[in-house]
């Protein structure tokens, strides 16, 4: 399938591993000019130079979404490098969870900080330029939990579930702007964040993700790939009528809609 993102400027946060490694690649392979944040600068780098060897145009910043001045230099060098936004992709964030009453307002704060007001930053400052030129695509990555939370499971389902109405009144407000705004709800999928802690515990991989596989209807975890295509999709000129919609990818996971 043609999904008509040749030349098309695609940016995307929290890039240097997992879902967003995979994002930019597979933005980069159906033609689209990537332009890639991430708080390290080195694995970024290594992204970048990965869509490069196979022919890929990339641009990488290393910025901290969290910080409004690190997103305005970041969304201010992708105008100067490439003169215009098409796609965003809000992914930038970590899994924060714990018992309710042991949780500070420092950890609320960041979370928050990162994950809600890290899209809202971007946001704020693409929009005016898909304005200009006619349309845009924004799809922010939540989670399935943003639905159906479970206990223990904050700051993240609260701030998640901030993204999904982040999402819907976005796609309402910019709809006549032709800029269509979406969410992929991720359930367990493969993230560097996993496989640290699967290094600092000195677990086995295959253990650690058979153990997660084992609440999942597919009886399997999610691969990063998997996210991409569908987000490929929703970037693409295929979803041309589709906004203000959420998509549960988690293996069937989830008992909500």
């Given at each position: 399938?043609?999904?008509?993102?040749?030349?098309?400027?695609?940016?995307?946060?929290?890039?240097?591993?997992?879902?967003?490694?995979?994002?930019?690649?597979?933005?980069?392979?159906?033609?689209?000019?990537?332009?890639?944040?991430?708080?390290?600068?080195?694995?970024?780098?290594?992204?970048?130079?990965?869509?490069?060897?196979?022919?890929?145009?990339?641009?990488?910043?290393?910025?901290?979404?969290?910080?409004?001045?690190?997103?305005?230099?970041?969304?201010?060098?992708?105008?100067?490098?490439?003169?215009?936004?098409?796609?965003?992709?809000?992914?930038?964030?970590?899994?924060?969870?714990?018992?309710?009453?042991?949780?500070?307002?420092?950890?609320?704060?960041?979370?928050?900080?990162?994950?809600?007001?890290?899209?809202?930053?971007?946001?704020?400052?693409?929009?005016?330029?898909?304005?200009?030129?006619?349309?845009?695509?924004?799809?922010?990555?939540?989670?399935?939990?943003?639905?159906?939370?479970?206990?223990?499971?904050?700051?993240?389902?609260?701030?998640?579930?901030?993204?999904?109405?982040?999402?819907?009144?976005?796609?309402?407000?910019y709809a006549a702007d032709n800029i269509l705004v979406n969410t992929?709800?991720?359930?367990?999928?493969?993230?560097?964040?996993?496989?640290?802690?699967?290094?600092?515990?000195?677990?086995?991989?295959?253990?650690?993700?058979?153990?997660?596989?084992?609440?999942?209807?597919?009886?399997?975890?999610?691969?990063?790939?998997?996210?991409?295509?569908?987000?490929?999709?929703?970037?693409?000129?295929?979803?041309?009528?589709?906004?203000?919609?959420?998509?549960?990818?988690?293996?069937?996971?989830?008992?909500?809609?």
């Amino acid at each position: 399938m043609e999904l008509g993102l040749k030349d098309k400027v695609a940016v995307v946060t929290g890039a240097s591993e997992g879902i967003g490694r995979a994002t930019a690649i597979r933005l980069a392979l159906e033609g689209a000019k990537v332009a890639i944040c991430a708080r390290r600068s080195e694995p970024l780098e290594k992204v970048a130079n990965e869509i490069r060897s196979q022919g890929g145009e990339a641009f990488a910043h290393a910025a901290d979404v969290s910080k409004v001045a690190d997103v305005e230099r970041f969304i201010n060098a992708v105008i100067a490098q490439f003169g215009r936004i098409d796609i965003l992709i809000n992914n930038a964030g970590t899994s924060s969870r714990g018992n309710f009453l042991e949780l500070e307002d420092a950890t609320w704060e960041a979370d928050l900080d990162l994950k809600l007001f890290g899209a809202i930053r971007c946001t704020r400052l693409a929009v005016p330029y898909m304005k200009k030129q006619g349309g845009g695509r924004i799809i922010n990555i939540t989670t399935s939990g943003a639905k159906q939370p479970s206990a223990e499971s904050m700051p993240t389902t609260v701030s998640r579930a901030a993204g999904l109405a982040l999402t819907k009144a976005l796609s309402k407000e910019y709809a006549a702007d032709n800029i269509l705004v979406n969410t992929v709800c991720i359930g367990k999928i493969k993230s560097g964040q996993h496989e640290r802690n699967i290094a600092r515990q000195k677990l086995e991989p295959d253990d650690h993700y058979g153990k997660l596989a084992k609440e999942i209807p597919m009886k399997r975890v999610g691969e990063p790939s998997e996210v991409a295509n569908v987000i490929a999709f929703l970037a693409s000129e295929s979803a041309s009528y589709v906004t203000g919609s959420s998509i549960n990818l988690d293996g069937g996971m989830s008992g909500v809609l």
